[in-house]
């Protein structure tokens, strides 16, 4: 199997009150294995396709990798962007979101305004803009869809119901409050300062 679930930093219910331990479970367990699943199927399917000379087959089966594989990436840097303790944005990622967006509170209502309004399932997420070498803030639709090629992202939020209807229900303001609480401000450091030596090599050589 080419990809796999990862393990978890910490227990399911240490991200409680914000995140039940339940949510947890069942998010990490049941949702992102399935797309850990999903993606070695798609991937799988298409080595037979070209095995059987059956092109035709692929486009539904890239669909099906995209979906799937974007659901084991989110997730992946998802669970890596909380932690128990949260913290608070600090250093030169705090200064990028500073230039950015205004202020550090002008970035979390232009953040919280991308994950309340997304219609449907998505996410919100801060990502890297390599080419324009800035921060920007936008909404991922699905696992995949409305994010640009070689934007990367460096704090995401899972806004699908799965993700919050067991302890919130309707109400996503207060899910997307409460995940301010437990925000990795050292994960989300670490990839923005990782990704600014990368991206410049990504793109432009
Ligand atoms: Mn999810």
């Known amino acids: 199997m080419t990809y796999t679930l990862p393990e978890l930093s910490y227990d399911y219910a240490s991200l409680e009150p914000n995140i039940s331990a339940r949510i947890m ?3 990490h367990s049941k949702h992102h294995q399935a797309y850990v699943t999903g993606a070695n199927a798609a991937l799988e399917a298409m080595a037979k396709a070209r095995d059987e000379d059956n092109f035709a087959a ?11 594989l974007g659901g084991h990436i989110n997730h992946s840097i998802f669970w890596k ?10 250093g030169e990622l705090l200064e990028a979101i500073k230039d950015g967006f205004g202020s550090y509170e002008a970035f ?10 997304i219609q449907g ?3 919100a997420y801060l990502a890297w803009d390599s080419i324009g070498n800035q921060l920007i ?3 991922l639709y699905d ?5 640009p090629v070689a934007t990367l992202p460096l704090l995401m939020l899972d806004m699908w119901e799965h993700a919050f209807y067991l302890d919130y229900q309707n109400v996503k303001a207060d899910y997307v409050k409460a995940f301010w609480n437990v925000v990795n401000w050292e994960d989300v450091a670490a990839r923005f300062t990782n990704v600014k ?6 793109l432009l050589g």
């Open 137 to 139: 803030i936008g909404q």
């Open 81 to 90: 962007n909380l932690s128990p303790q949260g913290g608070e944005a600090a």
């Open 58 to 68: 692929l486009p539904k089966l890239q669909k099906d990798l995209a979906f799937n």
């Open 25 to 27: 479970e069942l998010h």
């Open 197 to 202: 030596v990368q991206s410049k090599s990504l």
């Open 121 to 123: 399932s998505g996410w």
């Open 143 to 147: 696992q995949q869809g409305n994010l």
């Open 108 to 117: 979390t209502k232009h953040f919280t305004a991308a994950a309340m309004g």
